[in-house]
T-cell receptor
Framework: QQQVKQSPQSLIVQKGGISIINCAYE??????FPWYQQFPGKGPALLIA?????SEKKEGRFTISFNKSAKQFSLHIMDSQPGDSATYFC???????????FGKGTTLSVSS | GAGVSQSPSNKVTEKGKDVELRCDPI?????LYWYRQRLGQGLEFLIY????????KSGLPSDRFSAERTGESVSTLTIQRTQQEDSAVYLC?????????????FGDGTRLSIL
């Protein structure tokens, strides 16, 4: 049973546009939600993370919006650039704190 | 400083053979994780080590999979009698402690192909 659902599977955005990726989770005991960026042939790299006591977190062009009551969170990439083209994964830390549960990923292509 | 190092970067083997994958965590990181990433999929948790505590093996898909870690250093993931469905990228991550205050840092993985 998939506990973190991510959408869309793929996304094409014009340079300078806003990229939005959405995730939903099921277990209300999750309390840490990171986003990872992965380039081909590389391991995932932490982009930004949020805890459920905060509704929004911004780091540069990247913003996480968090809706605890809806059990949803999203990543917004402002002023998207071709260098942002990568696969993005949302995740949630399991209740025991021993593992991240990942969404299936979103492949983002930013056209120049 | 050095990141998480995994070896080999690529491994091709025949069905039925055993394989051993290695992970060198970031120095000082007490927590170590193994994940599997099938083509076009998200990462699946396999196993977690934290210091001298008993590992969390809840993600291992079958008894053909096992992992060891010596103290707070190198870890090896062993797959016995490999099957074609074992083909995937195996990723290792480490962190200072196994909680949300310390992010997991990933290596670039071992791409395993079973013929």
């Amino acid at each position: 049973q998939q506990q973190v659902k991510q959408s869309p599977q793929s996304l094409i955005v014009q340079k300078g546009g806003i990229s939005i990726i959405n995730c939903a989770y099921e277990n209300t005991a999750f309390d840490y939600f990171p986003w990872y960026q992965q380039f081909p042939g590389k391991g995932p790299a932490l982009l930004i993370a949020i805890r459920p006591d905060v509704s929004e977190k911004k780091e540069g062009r990247f913003t996480i919006s968090f809706n605890k009551s809806a059990k949803q969170f999203s990543l917004h990439i402002m002023d998207s650039q071709p260098g942002d083209s990568a696969t993005y994964f949302c995740a949630a830390l399991n209740q025991a704190g021993t593992a991240l549960i990942f969404g299936k990923g979103t492949t983002l292509s930013v056209s120049s | 400083g050095a990141g998480v190092s995994q070896s080999p970067s690529n491994k091709v083997t025949e069905k039925g053979k055993d394989v051993e994958l290695r992970c060198d965590p970031i120095s000082g990181h007490t927590a170590l994780y193994w994940y599997r990433q099938r083509l076009g999929q998200g990462l699946e948790f396999l196993i977690y080590f934290q210091g001298n505590s008993a590992p969390d093996k809840s993600g291992l898909p079958s008894d053909r999979f096992s992992a060891e870690r010596t103290g707070e250093s190198v870890s090896t993931l062993t797959i016995q009698r490999t099957q074609q469905e074992d083909s995937a990228v195996y990723l290792c991550a480490s962190s200072f402690v196994g909680d949300s205050n310390q992010p997991q840092h990933f290596g670039d993985g071992t791409r395993l192909s079973i013929l």
